[in-house]
């Protein structure tokens, strides 16, 4: 009688343990998978082509704004500290309705896409953090 309820405690212990073990990896998958800091960060790889093709006009392939229309609009360096401390909300607004001389890209560019381009805006100002003090122009 006593054996028999200590096995069956030992069962619901290990069924317990089981089922703890388990809701775990469920709980990490599913926070693997929305994960912000992938998600929102995007393929930067991808975001390159897309520079290159639809900001590099503007913002130069190296993000400084050094192009003649880049000149002519007024292009920010996407390499300065104001353009670092953007959040990446605050790029994909940018990116996606526009401002100023910036023309709005929501039409064009899925969120994905978007943010793909966020991914590569953070690599320009990191290449520009780590390989050369500020340029005087
Ligand atoms: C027609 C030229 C033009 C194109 C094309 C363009 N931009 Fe811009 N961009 C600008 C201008 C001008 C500003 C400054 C806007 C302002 O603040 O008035 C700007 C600002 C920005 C900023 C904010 C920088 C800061 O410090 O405030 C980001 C980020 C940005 N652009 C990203 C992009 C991305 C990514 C693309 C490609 C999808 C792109 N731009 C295409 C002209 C352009």
């Known amino acids: 009688m006593q054996r028999e309820t200590a096995k069956k405690s030992v069962i619901k212990i290990v069924m317990g343990a089981a089922i703890l073990l388990f809701c775990g990896i469920a709980a990490q998958r599913a926070s693997a998978i929305p ?34 229309i880049g000149k002519a609009v007024g292009a920010k360096d996407l390499r300065s500290s104001e353009a670092l401390k953007m959040s990446d909300t605050e790029i994909f607004t940018q990116i996606d309705k ?3 001389n910036m023309p709005p ?17 953070r690599e320009l100002g990191k290449k520009q953090a780590s390989t050369t003090s500020k340029k005087s122009n």
Do not use: M, R, W
Request: glycine content about 18%; charged content about 20%; hydrophobic content about 25%.
């Open 35 to 68: 994960q912000p800091a992938a998600a929102q960060t995007g393929n930067a790889g991808e975001g390159q082509k897309l520079f290159e093709q639809k900001c590099a006009t503007c913002h130069g392939p190296d993000g400084s704004g050094n192009t003649p």
């Open 98 to 100: 526009g401002k100023g």
């Open 105 to 121: 890209f929501g039409d064009s560019l899925d969120k994905a896409k978007i943010n793909d381009l966020i991914g590569y805006v």
